[in-house]
């Protein structure tokens, strides 16, 4: 490495003090350890361990001071030639590193040795896993039998549709809960739904078509007397047969 450049480390520290910047903040704003700094501005720039660390270190900390970090490096070129053969990039030598790992020539060439030799054996290591496993037999796929769907239960209801064929008074209890009482007016359509039983009470029977569970029943009963029927909902989801029940009282 060649001696002493006059001009350059004195140029460097000026214009850090200038900046009112102490060593330590320079190298914490820069990430380059104190110690090169320092190296630089005393132009010891052996004891930054190659030619492209100094060019690396001198273009960021020109730039850092606000000099122009091409005529420092111009400067420093025509005093020592040109580069040597490339090295690691000056970053591995920031101020991130440990201060007991400084890397030297010789072993930081070896570390790179060892490193790819270590790669090497890894990447055989896995195609041989590789080989091995493909050689085995693959087993059989196994199907499994799937489930068979689950088919939801049937709630028993009765639903009844009246439709009125003439004027008639009319009375529906769904579960014991009347729901209806009002005249249908020939013409007039109704429903109901009952989850166990439907009792239908008419003014008088023959004049309203009775529809149970989607079974027509016609116009049940007689015109000269009232109508009372009670409708069930058959346990096995069937349709419903009526049951008798005691005539109810009619509006």
Do not use: C
Not at 14 to 33: C, F, L, N, P, W
Not at 47 to 53: I, P, S
Not at 146 to 158: F, M, R
């Amino acid at each position: 490495m060649p001696g002493p450049i006059i001009g350059i480390g004195p140029a460097l520290k000026k214009a850090r003090v200038h900046r009112g910047k102490s060593v330590e903040e320079a190298a914490r704003d820069t990430k380059i350890r104190a110690e090169y700094l320092t190296a630089l501005e005393r132009e010891s720039f052996e004891a930054l361990l190659g030619d492209v660390y100094v060019r690396g270190f001198l273009r960021s900390y020109s730039q850092y001071l606000g000099l122009d970090a091409d005529k420092v490096v111009t400067a420093y070129t025509k005093s020592v030639g040109e580069p040597e053969p490339s090295l690691p990039p000056p970053e591995a030598m920031r101020s991130e590193q440990p201060s007991h790992a400084r890397p030297l020539q010789g072993t930081h060439r070896s570390s790179w040795i060892l490193a790819g030799a270590v790669a090497a054996t890894l990447l055989i290591l896995a195609g041989a896993a590789g080989l091995l496993s493909r050689r085995e037999s693959t087993p059989a796929p196994v199907n499994l039998p799937e489930p068979a769907p689950s088919a939801a239960p049937l709630t028993p209801k009765v639903t009844i549709a009246l439709l009125a064929q003439r004027e008639v008074s009319a009375t529906v209890v769904t579960d014991g809960v009347e729901e209806y009482r009002d005249v249908l007016v020939p013409g007039e359509a109704r429903s109901f739904t009952a989850n166990e039983e439907l009792s239908v009470v008419l003014g008088r029977g023959g004049v309203v078509d009775i529809t149970v569970n989607g079974k027509d029943l016609g116009t049940p009963g007689n015109q000269d007397e009232p109508y009372t029927r009670t409708f069930t909902a058959p346990s096995d989801a069937q349709s419903p047969s009526p049951a008798p029940s005691p005539t109810a009282p009619v509006a």
